[in-house]
């Protein structure tokens, strides 16, 4: 009897979880969707390539709220068995409050690791081909930002044509071994310009140790300046922000490649934030599957599933409010990145604990 009880509560519980992905995932299409078509009303495209898109898109947003959906799962699938009196069912079989959180609280914390593992390359690379797709279409071509192996690249347009830098990665606001290039709108190359290294944390970059080779008429000269000033549409700040967005980045590839993303220039601080994100989402759900817990099991009554759900809504903002503040917390040095992302799941994780203890108690 107990382990068809157990199939019961876990088979019954997995279909919720599925019911609810799905009804967030409709939601995120019809939203998304508009968003997209925005952005490509007045390109060349059929109503396929918004669709198609927000379609990989999605799925990412999916799995970031996935801590909300797994506490409305919970408590939707437990105000069910208690309205059915299927749970005073399960407690004359045996199965205590605290059993039937835990099997429900372990299923949604062993979900986590699997789509760490299993799921998150796949919608990483989804993100990775929807940025790549989009950029095709972008109009903003003149002005791009890359940082591979190979360094820092950027091309920006200037008043004669436009230019292209080059340097070792963006470890800190200096930079070394700048190359400049300033190539005319016919794509003949007016001067090229060698630095030690640049300051780059403001607009107006400073370079040191500078060799200017300027080429005219087919004739080359050349110049030395201790110090020499230009004026670029991207600092420090800017260029390590377009970086930030590690959507494109599965949990297993930071873990596998992460020294090899600090010297490609990846700020290490933020590969810190979203590794611990990633690895503190099974404990989330854990804790979110706690609390729909708290909120449904204190009594066998039926009840209005309305006043849960409301209850439900508030904890659920109360929750995001204080990720962002302890993130915020984080972002200005108040605290570190990675403590601020655990302090949510700690102290939400300490209450949710004192409650578990009072509900199996009845």
Not at 46 to 66: A, C, D, E, M, R
Not at 335 to 343: Q, Y
Request: charged residues 15%; hydrophobic residues 45%; aromatic residues 14%.
């Amino acid at each position: 009897m107990n382990r068809v009880l157990f199939n019961y509560l876990f088979n019954g519980y997995l279909k919720m979880v599925l019911k609810v992905v799905l009804i967030a995932y409709s939601g995120g299409i019809i939203l998304n969707l508009f968003e997209e078509i925005e952005f490509f009303k007045n390109l060349d495209s059929s109503i396929t390539t918004p669709l198609s898109l927000t379609i990989l898109y999605v799925p990412t947003i999916i799995i970031k709220l996935l801590p909300f959906i797994i506490f409305v799962a919970s408590m939707w699938f437990l105000l069910n068995l208690r309205n059915s009196s299927d749970l005073l069912t399960m407690k004359v079989f045996g199965f205590s409050n605290f059993k039937i959180f835990f099997i429900l609280a372990a299923t949604s914390f062993i979900l986590g690791w699997i789509i760490l593992f299993a799921i998150n390359p796949i919608t990483s690379t989804m993100v990775k081909y929807y940025e790549q797709t989009k950029s095709k279409f972008s109009r903003d071509v003149d002005h791009l930002v890359s940082i591979n192996k190979n360094g820092l690249w950027i091309k920006e347009s200037s008043d004669n044509g436009y230019r292209i830098i080059t340097s070792d990665s963006t470890r800190t606001d200096t930079i070394e071994n700048v190359i400049i290039f300033n190539l005319s709108k016919k794509n003949s190359v007016i001067s090229k310009i060698h630095s030690k290294s640049a300051n780059i944390s403001k607009n107006e970059w400073v370079l040191k140790d500078v060799i200017i080779h300027i080429y005219k008429d087919g004739i080359s000269s050349q110049k030395y300046l201790k110090e020499y000033k230009i004026t670029s549409k991207y600092n420090y700040e800017q260029i390590t922000s377009l970086f930030e967005n590690f959507d494109t980045m599965s949990f297993l590839e930071i873990v596998l490649n992460y020294d090899e993303l600090l010297k490609r220039g990846y700020n290490k601080s933020f590969l810190d934030q979203n590794l611990n994100s990633m690895t503190s989402m099974p404990f989330f759900l854990f804790i979110m599957t706690a609390l729909a817990s708290i909120l449904t099991m204190n009594t066998l009554k039926k009840s209005n599933s309305f006043a849960f759900f409301v209850a439900g809504i508030i904890a659920c903002v109360a929750i995001y409010y204080f990720k962002d503040l302890s993130l915020a917390l984080g972002q200005t040095n108040r605290i570190s990145l990675s403590l601020a992302v655990w302090i949510p799941v700690l102290t939400i994780g300490l209450f949710s604990s004192i409650g578990v203890l009072q509900i199996n108690e009845k």
